[in-house]
């Protein structure tokens, strides 16, 4: 099942947030096709509604919000690809369970594919290399319907993770860039991550559940 995808550069957190709430009524009520953006924020941390105070730092480098996904508090901002499938799992049969294997095993192929050895674990969201972790997942499910996503650090500035400690653990935030010297430009990762998602979406993803 083709699902459209679309690019949409740079974009302020609460605005989008606000699109994919409106988007994801609209493909509950079945007056929207599924769809997969693409894009990074403006500086931000999010934070989800029951997450555990995961900061280390008082004051913040940039502004803080909640926002109705599940997850701890983490950072968006340049160089971050961030991933907004809006994918209506009743519809497709899917557990929410599969669906978070499905997100995770998405990146962790593109990775492979840029010659980078990434993996989950158990208990811990996101995607995670020996080096720390690479990518983030928070979610909501609505009416049936997934949005929210992944953010995946290409090149972000490390300096803003400082004040958070990932998953509350020791573990420091990496960057795809440190770890492949040619590493493309977002636009053409979230092109390629499509491919990836679209395909495993489909199939299922039933390696490693």
Known sequence: MY???????QQAYTEHWQRMQHYAQEVAQRQAPEILWGCEH??????GKRAKDNRVQ??????LITTDRGGETTFHGFGQLMLYPIIHLKQRKLS??????????????LLQNHHIKATQ?????????????IAALGIR??????YHGMALNVATNMHYFQAIQPCGLQAQAVNMCTLSPHTPELPILF?????IFQEQLDTGCTQGT
């Open 96 to 109: 929410v369970r599969t669906y978070v294997h499905i997100l995770e095993q998405s990146i962790i192929t």
């Open 121 to 133: 674990r158990c208990g811990f969201p996101g995607v995670w290399t020996e080096q720390g972790k």
């Open 3 to 9: 699902i459209a995808s679309q690019w949409l550069a």
């Open 58 to 63: 008082t004051h913040l480098p940039a502004p």
């Open 141 to 146: 499910i609505r009416r049936g319907v997934a």
């Open 42 to 47: 403006l500086p931000i941390y999010t934070t």
């Open 191 to 195: 092109e390629q991550w499509c491919c």
